[in-house]
Every structure is written in C-alpha cells, then in structure tokens.
Antibody
Framework: EVQLVESGGGLVQPGGSLRLSCGAS????????MTWVRQAPGKGLEWVSV???????YYADSVKGRFTISRENSKNTIFLQMNSLRAEDTAVYYC????????????????WGQGTLVAVSS | EIVMTQSPATLSVSPGERATLSCRAS??????LAWYQQKPGQAPRLLIY???TRATGVPARFSGSGSETEFTLTISSLQSEDFAVYYC??????????FGGGTKVEIK
C-alpha cells in the first residue's frame, strides 16, 4: 500500500521560508514522477511543482524562482523549499504520485498525502 | 496554459438520482483528462483517467465521457458517500497540470 506523509507546515511571516517534506512508503520516489499540489482555504486545487524520475523539475509560474522541489533517495522523501513566502501561498500542500498508465498514455495523481497547512501571515 | 472550466459550480441532487458534471478545456486535450473526488478535510481521490477509465476500486456508477474540449462525469445513482466536490484536471502537453474550479454536489 502506498502511503505519503507530509510534514513541515506551519505559520510563517511574509518573506520567510519553510521546507516541506513528503515521506513515502510503498513506492520509490526516485522511480516515480512526484508532485506538489496546493489548496488555499475554501478554494480549488492548484498544481505547484513536479520532479521527474530523471530529476528534471518544473514549477507553476506563481512559484517559479521562489520554490524548489528536490528529493533524497536514501530517505525516500521529496521536499519543497519555499522562500520569499507571500500571503497568497497560504494553503494546504499535498504531495502526490503521478502514475503513468501505458495502455492509454495517461497520467493521473493516484496517491495523495493528507496534506500540511502553510499559513503566511504577520 | 490550458484553462479548465467546470459547470455548474454547485449541483443539488437527491439521493438515487443521476448527476451530470461538465468540464470544458480552453483548447483540445484529446482524452488526457482525469476526475477527482474530494470530501471535506480529505485529500482528493482519483476517480477517472484517460477521460473514461475508472481508477482501481471506483464504483461502476461513476462514468466519464468526452474528448477534445468537452467532458462529462456522470454519477448514475447518487449514494450518500458521493456528496463531495469534484475536480477535472488535464495532463495534455504538461507541465503545467491544470485543474478546473470544481463542482460541489450537495444533497437536495
């Protein structure tokens, strides 16, 4: 059974930094595409970042240059380093596995963590 | 960036009735579309990928259809556990992945 557990959220002042972690069991992060998705209070889902199995990473325009996704294979964990935080970054942050279905060439987020809340406020 | 638009924002349905949710893409995504269900306080759950393929363990009352820019999620006979928010998401020519704004299915 796949399990993803996020941690590291909390209250931070505007301009501050936080590092989120997502520990995985039941899958190997280095063999999968892993992604972060966030959800502001009462709002919809917003994709944030992805790291491919090969190590390439991509970001939403809203976080580009401020957030960095990475992984530590020995700990089977991915991270999201968030710098220069803004009030609009306040959200629950979910990590998820991007599954690939070769029969249809489909991608979908098939396993999700429970989320960690980041609140940016003075 | 491909913009996904869902309608209606809220759908009021009685238990046992059919629910039809719509999702429109700003440009063709072929059948590269997924649907997710989210209940309050929970993470989203994958329901459908490839526009019409049910994910493992998803009941047969959930069905997806459509292609290019117009998609539909149908719940044939609503059960109490189906009242939730539903999101569509495209993965054609990604990143970025983009989600629709969601449709809340509530009890009538």
């Amino acid at each position: 059974e796949v399990q993803l557990v996020e941690s590291g959220g909390g209250l931070v002042q505007p301009g501050g930094s936080l590092r989120l972690s997502c520990g995985a069991s039941g899958l190997t992060v280095s063999s999968n595409y892993m992604t972060w998705v966030r959800q502001a209070p009462g709002k919809g889902l917003e994709w944030v970042s992805v790291i491919y199995s090969g190590g390439s990473s991509y970001y939403a325009d809203s976080v580009k240059g401020r957030f960095t996704i990475s992984r530590e294979n020995s700990k089977n964990t991915i991270f999201l380093q968030m710098n220069s935080l803004r009030a609009e970054d306040t959200a629950v942050y979910y990590c998820a596995r991007v599954a690939y279905y070769p029969s249809s060439g489909s991608f979908a987020l098939d396993s999700w963590g429970q989320g960690t809340l980041v609140a940016v406020s003075s | 960036e491909i913009v996904m638009t869902q309608s209606p924002a809220t759908l009021s349905v009685s238990p046992g009735e059919r629910a039809t949710l719509s999702c429109r893409a700003s440009q063709s995504v072929r059948t590269n579309l997924a649907w997710y269900q989210q209940k309050p306080g929970q993470a989203p759950r994958l329901l459908i990928y490839g526009a019409f393929t049910r994910a493992t363990g998803v009941p047969a009352r959930f069905s997806g259809s459509g292609s290019e820019t117009e998609f539909t999620l149908t719940i044939s006979s609503l059960q109490s556990e189906d009242f939730a928010v539903y999101y569509c998401q495209q993965y054609n020519n990604w990143p970025p992945l983009t989600f629709g704004g969601g449709t809340k299915v509530e009890i009538k």
